[in-house]
């Protein structure tokens, strides 16, 4: 079994990075003195950490069930709970996670303004795919949790592409141009985004997790999720 090819030309970002200038002028003595008449309560507030709004917050998987059979399928945010068997170093790791698809929402042409060949985006409209995933079992030291692979699915059930990273055509990019939550190491939780593509018309609606990484060109002939994949719609 063949897989469908996904991934359209890596996408070479440039990015302009600019360089504040500093003053060789010294400060006056009074410009050091705190600013007449602030209050303690005001400068207190200066010194602790603002609250973030995070444009999607994780949710909730609740207990860990047993594994997520071939063909179910799930509605946004509810959890599908798989085992992996991960590579780190020269450690191989086995456990379980819980994977979710959170929103798929249309995102604006314009982020493809950021990347040196846009022209190649031409008829494409972007979509926000943002995931979940929460690991069960410990990583080695030095090493992030390696994420569960999901493919993009239009609003008939059909493959369509995704957006791949300037590093490997076979990975998806992960900046959709959201603020989304921090890697909370104390509940492995970790909520992150890739970049799904439609053209012709087509709309993304939904994701599958089908068994294969997105390195793999066919299927494994023992993988039963592959004609029968997981999905979230």
């Known amino acids: 079994m ?51 709004d995070y444009e999607v917050e994780a949710v909730d998987f609740g207990a860990a069930g047993a594994v997520t059979a071939p063909g179910t399928a799930f509605a946004l945010g509810q959890p599908a709970w798989l085992n992996q068997t991960e590579t780190y170093g020269e450690d191989e790791v086995s456990g379980g996670v819980g994977v979710a698809v959170l929103q798929v ?10 990347f040196s060949n846009a022209e190649e ?52 990019g992960d900046s959709c141009g959201l603020l989304l939550p921090e890697y909370d190491e104390e509940n492995r939780v970790l909520v992150s985004c890739f970049v799904a593509l439609a053209k012709d018309g087509a709309v993304v609606t939904s994701a599958e997790y089908n068994g294969e990484s997105y390195q793999s060109f066919i299927a494994s002939s023992d993988n039963p999720y592959f004609p029968s994949p997981v999905t979230w719609k």
């Open 2 to 52: 063949r897989l469908p090819s996904l991934a359209v030309p890596a996408a070479a970002l440039v990015l302009a990075l600019g360089l504040a200038g500093c003053s060789a002028d010294q400060p006056k003595e009074k410009d050091r003195e705190p600013a007449a008449g602030a209050s303690a309560a005001a400068r207190e507030a200066e010194m602790g950490p603002l609250e973030v």
């Open 105 to 114: 929402s249309e995102l604006d042409a314009a982020l493809f303004d950021q």
């Open 121 to 172: 985006f031409e008829g494409y409209t972007p979509y926000a795919v943002i995931t979940q995933h929460q690991w069960l079992y410990d990583t080695p030291e030095g090493y992030d949790p390696a994420t569960v692979d999901l493919f993009p699915l239009d609003a008939t059930g059909a493959d369509t592409e995704y957006l791949t990273s300037g590093f490997s055509l076979n990975s998806p």
